[in-house]
């Protein structure tokens, strides 16, 4: 099993750019969350997931779209980027209150 | 909405000695789960131990243990035998009927 599986793993855009970070989880796990870190902030949940067709927004969801078509595939879209949205972002995935499952992360740079 | 407070933003330790990170949550649940990460420079978020609301036992993992005070809605996370390659961030997290919510973290360093 590769678990869950983001990519890029790095990422440099201009403002105004649009792009989609991926998330994939091969676990068949129902719920999916994307998370950003910030220095001094911990993290924080952008957009989850509880099955496929069902998304709800987290504590930091502004800017950010989702869509969850398939079990395995959770994208998260940036539609303009903003020197804000400048993080790390982890997407993660877990069954039920099972222990939750986390990617390499992606660090994204926005100019 | 569940809160997670982690009140240290930095620790240090000697090697081999024993050091406590706390955390406290809110919530008005009666049946969640609780959880340290750790964060090592690698950027990977490795589980370190996992608390079922409803134990009274304390979860303990080799040099790893908890001390869950649910009346009080504390979580402190215990080292024992301090090695280097646990410094790290450590992250307190909670989990009930909503994804999982993150302590701002502790930045622990161990000193040889």
């Known amino acids: 099993n590769a678990g869950v599986t983001q990519t890029p793993k790095f990422q440099v855009l201009k403002t105004g750019q649009s792009m989609t970070l991926q998330c994939a989880q091969d676990m068949n796990h129902e719920y999916m969350s994307w998370y950003r870190q910030d220095p001094g902030m911990g993290l924080r949940l952008i957009h989850y997931?509880?099955?496929?067709?069902?998304?709800d927004q987290g504590e930091v969801p502004n800017g950010y779209n989702v869509s969850r078509s398939t079990t395995e595939d959770f994208p998260l879209r940036l539609l303009s980027a903003a020197p804000s949205q400048t993080s790390v972002y982890f997407c993660a995935s877990r069954q039920g209150n099972q222990p939750q499952h986390f990617g390499d992360g992606t660090r994204l740079s926005i100019l | 909405a569940q809160t997670v407070t982690q009140s240290q933003p930095e620790m240090s330790v000697q090697e081999a000695e024993t050091v406590t990170l706390s955390c406290t949550y809110d919530t008005s649940e009666s049946d969640y789960y609780l959880f340290w990460y750790k964060q090592p420079p690698s950027r990977q978020m490795i589980l370190v131990i996992r608390q079922e609301a409803y134990k009274q036992q304390n979860a303990t993992e080799n040099r790893f243990s908890v001390n869950f005070q649910k009346a009080a809605k504390s979580f402190s996370l215990k080292i024992s035998d301090s090695q280097l390659g646990d410094a790290a961030m450590y992250f307190c997290?909670?989990?009930?009927?909503?994804?999982?919510?993150f302590g701002k973290g502790t930045r622990l360093s161990v000193i040889a």
């Open positions: 997931s509880v099955g496929a067709g069902i998304t």
């Open positions: 997290a909670y989990s009930g009927n909503t994804p999982l919510v």
